[in-house]
């Protein structure tokens, strides 16, 4: 029984994620941050360079997280099905093994962004190009 209950914690652990992901990528996109700050939404250098640059960063950043949310959410949980019932250590290893596998769409964010702001505004203070 409680090989059963670490699965439910683990299972809702490895969702935070994606979860996260989807929640934060729609906030991002409907609700974007209105003013450049330091402390909520996408936060680089180049995207606070302007509020055009800053606008721009948000909904890309949140469409992103959007996009890839589903996905990971579906292979997290395609994932940790066949782990129902498992030895605890087996449940463990693997959900950190798959939360590791999560942050790459997660971090992902972060180079396509800047990416895109660069072609965009062409790292000329938030000037579009």
């Not at 606070?48 to 959410?73: I, K």
């Not at 702001?117 to 203070?125: I, M, N, V, Y």
Request: net charge positive; aromatic share 14%; proline share 5%.
């Amino acid at each position: 029984m409680e090989n059963f209950w670490f699965w439910c914690f683990m299972l809702a652990m490895v969702l935070l994620i994606p979860v996260c992901m989807l929640f934060f990528g729609r906030s991002f996109q409907e609700n974007p941050p209105k003013t450049i700050n330091g402390g909520y939404g996408f936060r680089t250098s180049r995207s606070m360079e302007s509020q055009e640059a800053w606008d721009f960063a948000q909904v890309y950043s949140g469409r992103f997280w959007a996009r890839a949310g589903w996905p990971t959410l579906a292979v997290s949980l395609v994932w940790m099905l066949p782990l129902l019932g498992k030895e605890i250590d087996t449940i463990g290893n693997c959900g950190l093994l798959l939360t590791g596998l999560q942050m790459v769409p997660f971090l992902a964010v972060i180079p396509a962004t800047e990416r895109a702001l660069k072609r965009k505004f062409d790292g000329q203070e938030g000037k579009i190009h």
